[in-house]
């Protein structure tokens, strides 16, 4: 079955950029996601991109994705603390897939 | 604003009793919906697919018995958890999307379920 990995964590300071990787197998996947999770809450969905695209910038954040290399990535600009969260990516149309999920820090 | 509604939020329950958890799609009609099931500090996986005047699907090793599924109408499902047992605590959540649009998936907020 689809199989989509993100490294666990990540520690950055706050201002600078975050990058957030994700890579998966299933070539087929229409829409690829990128959930936010704070602690005892549910997902709120950060932005998303179709995949006949390569590129989607929404205010600070930037998706990219690289099909060839089956390589999604969430860089967060200006990072504050208030983004230290979980971050999942997830792939799929309607029945997802998601990442093992990675951990934002965001330090002062 | 949320696109899907899930209630109750929070639900602490004792062995053996049932519980209920209600999904609305708000907006708009989804003649399917689907739950999903974490586990703590893990990530998220598909239980089943609600299907709106029929039954419904579920994944590979989830007990359909267990996990009852029923979507009586366009803009509501609901997940009864039978029978709860402390190892069917944690969270779950459900999604739907209008089918009309090209809008992704949308998540509720979540139940949390501690059963004691």
């Known amino acids: 079955g689809e199989d989509v990995e993100q490294s666990l964590f990540l520690s950055v300071r706050e201002g600078d950029s975050s990058v957030i990787n994700c890579t998966y197998t299933d070539s087929s996947s229409t829409y690829l996601y990128w959930y936010k999770q704070e602690p005892g809450a549910g997902l709120q969905l950060l932005t998303y991109?179709?995949?006949?695209?390569d590129m989607k910038q929404d205010q600070r954040l930037t998706v990219l994705l690289n099909k060839k290399d089956k390589h999604l990535s969430l860089r967060i600009a200006d990072t504050q603390t208030g983004d230290s969260a979980i971050y999942f990516c997830a792939t799929g149309f309607q029945k997802l897939v998601f990442g093992t999920g990675t951990r934002l820090l965001v330090s002062p | 604003g949320a696109v899907v509604s899930q209630h109750p939020s929070r639900v602490i329950c004792k062995s053996g009793t049932s519980v209920k958890i209600e999904c609305r799609s708000l907006?708009?009609?989804?003649?399917?919906m689907f739950w999903y099931r974490q586990f703590p500090k893990q990530s998220l996986m598909l239980m089943a697919t609600?299907?709106?005047?029929?039954?419904?699907?579920?994944e590979q090793g989830v007990e359909k018995d267990k996990f009852l599924i029923n979507h009586a109408s366009l803009t509501l499902s609901t997940l009864t958890v039978t029978s709860a047992h402390p190892e069917d605590s944690s969270f779950y959540i459900c999604?739907?999307?209008?089918?009309?649009?090209?809008?992704?998936?949308?998540f509720g907020n979540g139940t949390r379920l501690t059963v004691t």
């Open positions: 907006d708009f009609q989804a003649t399917t």
């Open positions: 999604s739907a999307r209008d089918p009309t649009t090209d809008s992704p998936l949308h």
């Open positions: 991109i179709f995949s006949n695209m």
């Open positions: 609600s299907n709106e005047g029929s039954k419904a699907t579920y």
